[in-house]
């Protein structure tokens, strides 16, 4: 394997070991490694696109569900690939440009999502949230600074207690917070009006991949009529699941769960620690996106307009691997 | 000193340091037994019960099974003491009344398990949360007549009593995998029964137990997985016909899951851990008795049963009253 500078390596180890967190965050942190990796680059004109490329896969390996991820490279990849100019100075600037570019689009977007979801939240409307969501949070407290007095449910989301860091980012803006165990989110539901997620990733069917727990929550909004509203950059909608790809839950390691001591005493205790799950789409009652809200049925179409360009790239990969495997002549 | 290992076994049941609710009950009997012991006058002995019963009630208030057995040893007492018998004779019948009704809750769950055993087939995976002593039977029962199943068990916070029924299970040979509570509906998938036990049932068949039972119960609904709950007849509460609601207990502030929650939001944020969850009957395929298997709609016939109908129930305070009543007299 390629050697990369320390730089590049440091990102991709925070993002691996969740020292940068949360799919904005790490979307934006890729961006940043395209970024550093063309102004680092010395070699010559021909290999940049390579170079870069290679960088992508990387950074890309660093965790295998968040979309935003191979997203965020691809925007910047994408553009360097499609650049008129070549030659190293222009498609340096040009991937340069475009990092910068995803980087202020990814916090406008938080920004913007958080202005129209304040829309959906009512006077004295009791929320509940689960781990940490930056685009989550950015709706609940646009709707604290418009006046709306809310209450707010955090669960503490085992195993990594993302949740207290939602409730002291709550609780520094004077936002009532209450921390609970994931396990009394259906004793608490009866008094919640809403419940605001973030995601991981969107899927084509509208399907919201986000931390474990989260299907669990929606379900039981569902069951006791409680409105599901999911705040998701576009970035985070996943185009390959629009060809038939399925979105890769990781499964992080024992010990995130339980004590080495634990495990040491129990070796024959299997301990899984799925890091995210799926809710399905009729759970969910909207996507606020940073384009407006839509309904998660709709995210089809979110990627369409994304990456409709595109899709002939799939196309073709897909008709290459069915080459390779004699369905196609 | 007796009355200071009381109080600190009430400590013990408040902050969950006691896992299953039998133990709890045990435990309580038998303190209660050697608080009784101490007594040297029958005025003395109801005056004790006047002081610790209430709190020891109040410990586990969603614990029938708690209520069910001090119930019994107090009409064990005030049995006696109405035959004129002297304290010594009184504090012989209540421990037999005490032995009994602890041969009898064994009985009970050694039945029930023998029962919810054989509703484990080969190949099932099971899915359990928190600690239950009947639970464990049931998998040891189904294991020792050769049934190859495996075990998932949720971690079960704010206790985390999932880790230790994890250890046991894994003691018992039987394959066994523990995971965070919000990955029920991930894994659910997987699950072919739901088996839990609980701290009371209702009269309309509801269930009280450990937090988080509710939802495993909602996402195993949803996967059309069948949901079990052990329920030996003394964790019937008889209450609930008379419409009270069962108290259902937040965590005590020092208890684990709170104090760490201080700590980690260096107490800056509010917490709340209620201790159990409602889960509705229709959320439940069947409760498991010692008598049987039952639909949770049928709890109502299991209580006319044991207490008759019109119901015959003496309420705790009444026995109370009544004992002072008769011991007054003499």
Avoid at chain 1, 38 to 48: F, K
Avoid at chain 2, 10 to 16: A, L, S, T, V
Avoid at chain 2, 144 to 169: D, K, N, Q, W
Wanted: aromatic residues 6%; hydrophobic residues 45%; charged residues 25%.
């Amino acid at each position: 394997m390629r050697t990369f500078p320390p730089e590049i390596v440091k990102i991709y180890e925070e993002i691996r070991d969740m020292k940068i967190r949360g799919a904005g965050r790490i979307a934006r942190a890729a961006a940043m490694a395209l970024k550093m990796a063309a102004e680092m680059y010395t070699g010559d004109d021909e290999r940049i696109l390579e170079y870069l490329s290679s960088v992508a896969s990387y950074v890309g390996s660093s965790r295998p569900t968040a979309v935003s991820l191979p997203n965020a490279l691809h925007y910047v990849l994408s553009r360097v690939k499609l650049a008129k100019r070549r030659g190293v100075r222009p498609l340096k600037e040009v991937a340069i440009r475009a990092a910068d570019q995803f980087i202020e689009y990814s916090l406008r977007a938080v920004e913007m999502i958080g202005k129209i979801g304040a829309g959906r939240i009512k006077d004295g409307d009791v929320i509940m949230t689960h781990c940490n969501s930056t685009a989550a949070l950015s709706v609940i407290f646009e709707a604290w600074q418009r006046g709306k007095r809310i209450k707010v449910y955090a669960t503490e989301t085992r195993p990594k207690f993302q949740g207290h860091i939602t409730a002291k980012a709550l609780a520094s803006k004077g936002i009532p917070v209450i921390l609970i165990p994931d396990s009394a989110v259906r004793y608490f539901m009866k008094d919640v009006d809403k419940v605001v997620l973030g995601a991981d990733a969107v899927a084509a069917n509208g399907a919201v991949v986000n931390k474990i727990g989260t299907s669990l929550i929606a379900l039981s909004a569902h069951e006791a009529r409680v409105r599901v509203f999911v705040a998701a950059e576009t970035y985070k909608f996943s185009p390959a699941t629009l060809f038939g790809e399925l979105v890769k839950i990781e499964e992080r390691g024992a010990e995130e769960v339980v004590g080495e001591k634990y495990l040491a005493k129990n070796p024959k205790v299997v301990v899984r620690n799925p890091a995210f799950d799926v809710t399905p789409p009729e759970y969910i009652d909207a996507i606020i996106t940073e384009r407006g809200i839509i309904a998660p049925q709709a995210a089809s179409l979110v990627l369409i307009e994304e990456y409709g360009r595109e899709f002939g790239d799939y196309l073709t990969n897909i008709t290459s691997d069915m080459e390779d495997e004699g369905y196609v002549g | 000193m007796k009355a200071r290992e009381f109080s600190q076994l009430i400590e013990d049941i408040k902050m969950g340091k006691i896992y299953s609710s039998t133990d709890i009950v045990f435990k309580a009997l038998e303190a209660l037994e050697q608080l009784a012991k101490s007594a040297e006058s029958l005025n003395e002995l109801v005056k004790l019960y006047r002081d610790t019963l209430p709190n020891l009630i109040k410990a586990r208030p969603a614990s029938a099974m708690l209520a069910n057995s001090v119930r019994e040893i107090l009409k064990a007492t005030l049995d006696a003491s109405r035959k004129r018998a002297d304290i010594k004779e009184v504090l012989e019948e209540v421990t037999r009344r005490r032995r009994e009704v602890m041969r009898r809750i064994n009985d009970a769950i050694n039945l029930a398990a023998a029962i919810a055993s054989r509703r484990i087939q080969d190949g099932d995976v099971i899915l359990t949360n928190s600690y239950s002593k009947s639970v464990l039977r049931a998998f040891e029962m189904a294991k020792e007549r050769g049934i190859e199943f495996s075990v998932y068990v949720t971690e079960s916070r704010p206790g985390s009593e999932g880790l230790l029924t994890a250890s046991r299970v894994s003691d018992m040979k039987i394959p066994v995998t523990l995971f965070v509570d919000s990955a029920v509906r991930y894994f659910m998938k997987d699950v072919d029964k739901v088996l839990i036990s609980c701290e009371a049932v209702a009269a309309n068949g509801a269930v009280v137990n450990k937090i988080g039972t509710s939802l495993i119960a909602l996402s195993a609904h949803e996967a059309r997985v069948r949901v079990f709950v052990m329920a030996i007849t003394y964790k019937f509460n008889p209450e609930t016909i008379f419409g009270e609601l069962i108290e259902i207990a937040e965590e005590e502030p020092q208890a684990p899951f709170l104090q760490d929650m201080k700590t980690r939001t260096q107490g800056a944020i509010k917490a709340l851990s209620p201790l159990f969850d409602v889960t509705p009957p229709e959320y439940i395929d069947a409760i498991i008795t010692e008598r049987g298997i039952i639909a949770p709609q049928a709890v109502t016939t299991v209580l006319k049963e044991i207490y008759g109908w019109p119901f015959k129930l003496e309420d705790i305070d009444g026995l109370l009253r009544e004992l002072e009543s008769v011991t007054k007299v003499k």
